[in-house]
Antibody
Framework: EVQLLESGGGLVHPGGSLRLSCAASGFNFNRYPMSWVRQAPGKGLEWVSAISGSGTSTYYSDSVKGRFTMTRHNPLSTVDLQMNSLRVEDTAIYYC????????????????WGQGTLVTVS | DIQMTQSPSSLSASVGDRVTITCRASQTIDDYLNWYQQKPGKAPKLLIYGASSLQRGVPSRFSGSGTGTSFTLTISGLQPDDFATYYCQQSYSAPQLTFGGGTKVDIK
């Protein structure tokens, strides 16, 4: 059974930093692109970032490019999201998600989601 | 960026009703369209991928159709467990992925 467990959320002041982590299990981790998707309180879903299975390619939405960095450590089956220069509008639940198949570098959609971790910038 | 527009934003329906949700893309996305269901306080769940393929384990009362710029999610015979918010998502412009604004289905 695929499991994704996020951690690292919390309260941070504008301009501050936070690092989220996601521990994955139940699948051959290093073959699958992974993504972070966020949801502001009472709002819809927004794709934030993705990383290829090898970790050599990363992708970001325009809203976080230059401020967020996604990395992965395949031997430990973890992905991280380093968030710098945080803004009030980054307040959201952040979900760790898995691509449903080995698509090489690119994420396409998400067949597994973690429970989410709340980031509050205030 | 490809914009995804869902309609309606909310609807009220009764158990047993046939429900249709529409998703439109700002440009053609072929069949790179996926649907999710989200219940309050829970993570989204994948229902449909590739516009019309049912994710394993999803009840057959859910179906998807469409291609190009216009897509629909249909629930044939709404069940109590189906009251939730539904989102479409395009993957045509991967890795830049975008979601629709959501459609909330509640009890009439």
């Amino acid at each position: 059974e695929v499991q994704l467990l996020e951690s690292g959320g919390g309260l941070v002041h504008p301009g501050g930093s936070l690092r989220l982590s996601c521990a994955a299990s139940g699948f051959n981790f290093n073959r699958y692109p992974m993504s972070w998707v966020r949801q502001a309180p009472g709002k819809g879903l927004e794709w934030v970032s993705a990383i290829s299975g090898s970790g050599t390619s990363t992708y970001y939405s325009d809203s976080v490019k230059g401020r967020f960095t996604m990395t992965r450590h395949n031997p430990l089956s973890t992905v991280d999201l380093q968030m710098n220069s945080l803004r009030v509008e980054d307040t959201a639940i952040y979900y760790c998600t898995k691509n449903p198949y080995d698509s090489g570098d690119l994420p396409y959609y998400f067949d597994s989601w973690g429970q989410g971790t709340l980031v509050t910038v205030s | 960026d490809i914009q995804m527009t869902q309609s309606p934003s909310s609807l009220s329906a009764s158990v047993g009703d046939r429900v249709t949700i529409t998703c439109r893309a700002s440009q053609t996305i072929d069949d790179y369209l996926n649907w999710y269901q989200q219940k309050p306080g829970k993570a989204p769940k994948l229902l449909i991928y590739g516009a019309s393929s049912l994710q394993r384990g999803v009840p057959s009362r859910f179906s998807g159709s469409g291609t190009g710029t216009s897509f629909t999610l249909t629930i044939s015979g709404l069940q109590p467990d189906d009251f939730a918010t539904y989102y479409c998502q395009q993957s045509y412009s991967a890795p830049q992925l975008t979601f629709g604004g959501g459609t909330k289905v509640d009890i009439k």
